[in-house]
């Protein structure tokens, strides 16, 4: 009896050892999506993997643009700030003549209106007390019209709440963002949930010089949600350079390291969390452009959508997003990281600064080594007795 229950101990004890050797060290972010449209041969591989919302309009005024090295394409249309493939959307409201609503001559005839882009995400996501969820998205302004509305959305589809847009809206004006339908906080009531990064209230405001597409000129501008268990922080960084650019000379990639606008709110996740994105019109507003065709563009890159653990966040990354760029020092700055850091930590995000993101992968944690050494130590008193 004895002997068999021995046996028992040591099966058990090595099977347990076992099963510890073989699991995979596992990420300790998570790519919900990630998409910079480089994938895609054509239109029709696109719309394949971001389909129109309205079946009848299956080419939804939405196009690949190829982008090269020289800036002779519809790049160029953007600045030249972008010479990779991205996605165009026109977001013209209808009318009789077909081109208000940038008819591009698809499969359907009809395009644009009240449609977008989207896609459900493979599982329901929401922030965690170890991970935030981080959308970042850059959009490309044509500079030709405040007048738009176009965004990326990230919400939970049914029921409709959680709503989180970012991008043009003209009202209150342009370079905007959204929360609407949180439980408990309401932010910028008046206006649906909209708020302007030129807001003067809001945490960091946009310069009053670079508050409009005239004034900033034409580029791909990165917008960024970090949704906290406590929270949405929201930022543009202005041609995606990490730079707060010097309004007097708004030239890209020159001003000290940060952003240029950042609003810190209050909303709070509802219990259904999150489970569509989608990249066109905010909520079924088109724009207002008529038969202005530049007044109704905007193109749209590096869609991220993420799940970041904070207690893994690589070194200087104060804001929790995944990275060490800019957007952390005005955290650490004012005091608005998830997590406790102190003067000394900044050293931390001077040698970490990039301004790419850092991928940070697992390591066997402490307790887990210690859990590893328990077992085969156990195994070895087995064995000996």
Not at 75 to 82: C, I, K, P, S, V
Not at 191 to 203: M, P
Not at 335 to 360: I, K, N
Request: net charge negative; with cysteine.
């Amino acid at each position: 009896m004895l002997k068999r229950i021995a046996m028992l101990k040591r099966i058990a004890c090595f099977t347990f050892l076992s099963g510890m050797l073989v699991t995979p060290a596992l990420a300790v972010d998570q790519d919900i999506v990630v998409d910079n449209f480089e994938s895609y041969a054509d239109t029709a591989a696109l719309l394949a993997a971001w389909p129109s919302s309205d079946p009848l309009r299956p080419d939804n005024a939405t196009r690949l643009i190829p982008g090269d090295t020289i800036g002779d394409d519809d790049g160029a249309f953007y600045g030249g700030t972008n010479l990779t493939k991205f996605a165009q959307f026109c977001g013209s409201a209808n009318d009789a003549t077909g081109i208000g609503n940038c008819d591009l001559a698809g499969s359907s005839g009809v395009a644009g209106g009240g449609t977008v882009n989207l896609r459900d995400l493979p599982m329901q996501i929401a922030p965690s007390a170890t991970q935030n969820v981080v959308l970042s998205v850059d959009i490309g302004d044509d500079a030709f019209s405040s007048n738009k509305r176009l965004s990326v959305g990230l919400r939970s589809a049914a029921p409709a709440e959680n709503i989180i847009e970012l991008g043009f809206f003209n009202n209150p004006a342009h370079f905007s963002y959204r929360g609407v339908l949180f439980p408990g906080t309401s932010i910028f009531p008046a206006t649906g949930g909209w708020g302007q990064f030129g807001d003067t209230t809001i945490e960091d405001p946009l310069d009053p010089a670079l508050d409009s597409p005239l004034e900033v000129g034409r580029g791909f501008h990165r917008y960024k949600a970090v949704i906290s268990t406590t929270g949405v922080t929201f930022t543009l960084d202005l041609y995606a350079d990490s730079k707060t650019n010097d309004p007097l000379d708004p030239v890209p990639g020159v001003g000290p390291d940060g952003v240029d606008a950042m609003d810190v709110t209050g909303l709070i996740t509802g219990p259904n969390g999150f489970d569509q994105i989608r990249f066109g019109i905010p909520s079924a507003n088109p724009s207002s452009g008529g038969t202005v065709i530049a007044a109704a563009f905007a193109a749209f890159d590096n869609i991220s959508l993420r799940l970041v653990d904070i207690g893994g966040a690589a070194p200087g990354d104060f804001d929790g997003d995944g990275d060490a760029d800019g957007r952390d020092f005005l955290a650490w700055q004012r005091g608005e990281s998830p997590m406790p850091y102190t003067a000394a930590d900044l050293a931390e995000w001077q040698d970490a600064y990039t301004p790419g993101p850092l991928s940070a992968l697992a390591v066997p944690e402490p307790t887990s080594a210690g859990l590893m050494l328990l077992a085969l130590s156990s195994l070895l008193a087995i064995k000996r007795r």
